[in-house]
């Protein structure tokens, strides 16, 4: 089967531009990657133009190309989250009894089909833009392109999924609370969400409309830069436009949260990952800690104060006229805004101008801030267990970017072990976005991240590493209970110097007991992959003083692996020392 790559729009259109290809061959190979993909997920769409649309629309760019025209998009092609307006296409904001057909495109989508681009359809999303998952919808659940058993993140989910899976060179997501963010970050995309105002708004399906923002997925952050070249820019039509402002950051200091402010949700290859990420941003500024107890606040204002009523206000009708058509995870979200009172409404602005001289006090001392773009990801089945207090935790660095007016750019660093990717964001006060996206090259010049694994294209098999220090080494007496459950060899390794080996006391056979300690050393490790039921059964099997927890390794990640109780020291000889279980052996 063919291998989806990505595609760069700059790219497309420079070749189109330059006759070393045409719109039409574009299009042709797009319809040949959708037919691949839609074996895979197909619900990553509400609706798609007709093939002969679609090559019409590629005739007219060429011809476009041949009398002369120099197109910043010639024939690229792009997809819509389906809350913003196309015309030809129904907007649905993923309810059916919403849906409607729009008189003309939304002001974006107008400056993009005129700077050449080629609209392939209209993508799936958490409906009415409530989430940040991707599981709401009844047009299905887009998942992540690396691991089908993990959500896509939302709202913006078919939009990410469209980018990642190479459909289309960049697409239209829509960011609230983080819905441009969140998805860009699971599927190693970069995610630009403008100031306020910036891009017009004009044509989307209101969320909160005066937070909401149309926002871009792409794979290479000069695309994203190029789309904003294209459709930056006031607009008379739209109440909250803003005159395009471009401003520089404030100092060279990045701000972070404080250790002990830091959320992972138990995640801690995030945790690392996040680490790692900031000794790169180290070499471009001073990346000090702060307070940010005043952004979570803000945060909270969103769901958890008055602007739920915001988006109360949105779907008001059709909450009063037929309230089963909308999603029962977004009913319960939306509803309560109906009780909220004129005078808590005021409160909450009252306290939100407050929090905002905070954070024009804090762009006194600090450039841009670089948090996480999320804590952790979900699979879809833990979603379904917990809707609302997963996506919750999605939110913990996204949701006050908004509400306090500030430009964000999520940018790929690094991926977890089931594939999917881990992502920070750099924020910045309004109208400092061409400075976020310069400061965001630098990072990405140095980062050196892996590329993208590739996509699940059969819904990949979910597997745990467990390092292993006795035993179960290869050629040892314990290592058929890997072979026999087709473990796969990853690597030899040490463990952080963070650890005591000791041989223990009457093990039949001989085995060793890894136990943590503040005055330890490297231990020699050999670290194999199983999938899940394999490893559950794996240590089932473990016996007491020994364990399964959670190592170490030299490189600063964390594997399974094993660990003991206390009393395996008892009458072991510690051979720490020897550096590994190996060693010891060969010592007789």
């Not at 006229?321 to 509803?335: E, G």
């Not at 773009?373 to 979900?378: A, L, V």
């Not at 509400?403 to 690094?414: E, T």
């Not at 400092?432 to 819904?459: F, H, I, N, Q, R």
Request: charge should be negative; charged fraction near 20%; aromatic fraction near 8%.
């Amino acid at each position: 089967m063919r291998t989806l790559e990505r595609q760069s729009a700059g790219g497309i259109a420079a070749a189109v531009n330059a006759g070393k290809t045409s719109a039409q061959d574009v299009i042709a190979d797009v319809l040949e990657r959708l037919a691949i993909y839609d074996k895979v997920q197909p619900q990553a769409w509400i609706s798609r133009a007709e093939p002969s649309a679609l090559l019409a629309a590629a005739q007219a760019v060429d011809a476009r190309i041949a009398a002369g025209q120099n197109l910043p998009l010639a024939g690229v092609p792009f997809a819509v989250k389906d809350n913003i307006d196309v015309l030809g296409f129904m907007t649905t904001a993923a309810c059916p009894d919403f849906a409607y057909e729009p008189d003309d495109s939304a002001t974006v989508v107008r400056k993009l089909l005129s700077a050449g681009a080629i609209c392939i359809g209209k993508t799936n999303l958490d409906q009415f833009a409530t989430g940040l998952v991707g599981t709401r919808s009844p047009y299905g659940i887009p998942r992540n392109t690396s691991n089908l058993a993990y959500v896509s993140g939302g709202s913006s989910s078919g939009s990410a999924v469209a980018v990642a899976a190479g459909l289309v060179a960049f697409a239209l997501g829509t960011d609230t609370a983080g819905s441009g963010r969140v998805p860009a970050a699971f599927n190693h995309l970069v995610g630009l969400k403008p100031s306020k105002g910036r891009w017009s708004t004009q044509g989307l399906v209101p969320a909160c409309r005066t937070l909401d923002c149309i926002s871009v997925f792409t794979d290479r952050l000069d695309d994203a830069a190029l789309v904003d070249q294209v459709i930056a820019g006031f607009d008379p039509g739209d109440a909250y436009s803003k005159p395009l402002v471009d401003r520089t950051l404030p100092s060279t200091r990045i701000g972070v949260p404080m250790r002990h402010q830091r959320q992972f949700f138990g995640d801690a290859r995030s945790e690392y990952l996040y680490d790692k990420a900031l000794e790169r941003l180290a070499g471009r500024g001073d990346v000090v800690e702060i307070d940010t107890a005043f952004l979570s606040e803000a945060a909270a204002l969103l769901y958890s104060g008055p602007w739920v009523a915001e988006r109360t206000a949105a779907i008001e009708s059709l909450l009063k006229s037929n309230p089963v058509a909308i999603d029962p995870t977004v009913r319960t979200v939306v509803a309560p805004g109906e009780d909220i009172s004129a005078v808590a409404l005021f409160n909450g602005m009252y306290r939100l101008a407050a929090l905002q001289r905070q954070a024009e006090q804090m762009w006194q001392d600090i450039g841009m801030l670089a948090f996480p773009t999320t804590g952790t990801t979900y699979r879809v089945s833990e979603l379904a267990a917990a809707p609302i207090a997963l996506n919750s935790n999605l939110g913990a660095y996204t949701n006050f970017v908004n509400v306090l007016d500030m430009a964000a750019l999520a940018l790929p660093a690094g991926q977890r072990a089931n594939g999917t990717g881990f992502g920070i964001t750099l924020i910045g006060p309004a109208g400092s976005d061409l400075a976020l996206v310069e400061a965001g090259k630098t990072y990405l010049a140095g980062a050196e991240l892996p590329a993208p694994p590739p996509l699940d294209m059969e819904g990949k098999m979910e597997t745990v590493k467990l390092a292993v220090v006795g035993a179960h080494l290869k050629d040892m007496p314990l290592h058929w209970q890997l072979t026999s459950r087709e473990a796969t060899f990853v690597c030899a390794t040490e463990t952080a110097p963070s650890y005591r080996l000791y041989a223990m006391a009457d093990s039949v056979p001989p085995k060793p007991a890894l136990v943590y300690s503040g005055d330890g050393a490297a231990i020699a490790v050999e670290v194999y992959e199983l999938d899940v039921a394999a490893f559950g059964s794996f240590t089932a099997e473990v016996p007491a003083p020994l364990a399964i927890g959670t190592v170490t390794l030299a490189d600063g990640t964390s594997v399974k692996g094993f660990v003991a109780e206390p009393r395996a020291t008892d009458g072991a000889e510690d051979i720490t020392a020897l550096g590994g279980w190996r060693a010891y052996i060969t010592r007789g």
